[in-house]
């Protein structure tokens, strides 16, 4: 492996080994803990999802594969997604994915500069 490589994934694998932040969400009496950075594996059926306009279901698969316990274990799962996109309050959960998604839009500001 490269030099270049290997500095590449050191830099990444610290980025993801950091602590997980907080959302405290009063609506449904808990907190969801995610990750400052997620690998595009994560990422890509997200951005698959809002490449066909499909937003809001791009939004529930945001809240499925990044809302974390705070062991960092996964709090919801793909079965959960029809509950979530016909019984969550849409504007919980556009408040909650926009935090969750901002880790995103951090690295897309960086990517800008």
């Known amino acids: 492996m490269s030099e270049v490589l290997s500095n590449i994934k050191g830099h990444f694998a610290e980025k ?5 932040k907080k959302i405290t969400v009063p609506e449904w009496k808990t907190d969801i803990y995610y990750k400052a950075a ?3 594996a994560v990422e890509s059926k997200i951005i698959s999802l809002q490449q066909q306009g499909k937003t809001v279901e791009a939004l529930v698969e945001s809240l499925i594969a990044k809302a974390l316990t705070p062991e960092g ?3 919801f799962h793909s079965a959960d997604k029809v ?3 016909n019984e ?3 504007t919980v959960l556009l408040r909650v994915c926009s935090e969750l998604n901002n880790a995103v839009t951090e ?3 960086v ?3």
């Open 16 to 20: 993801l080994s950091g602590g997980l």
């Open 38 to 40: 997620y690998p595009f």
């Open 73 to 75: 274990k996964s709090i």
């Open 83 to 85: 509950t979530l996109m």
């Open 88 to 90: 969550a309050d849409p």
């Open 107 to 109: 690295y897309e500001e």
């Open 111 to 113: 990517a800008k500069n």
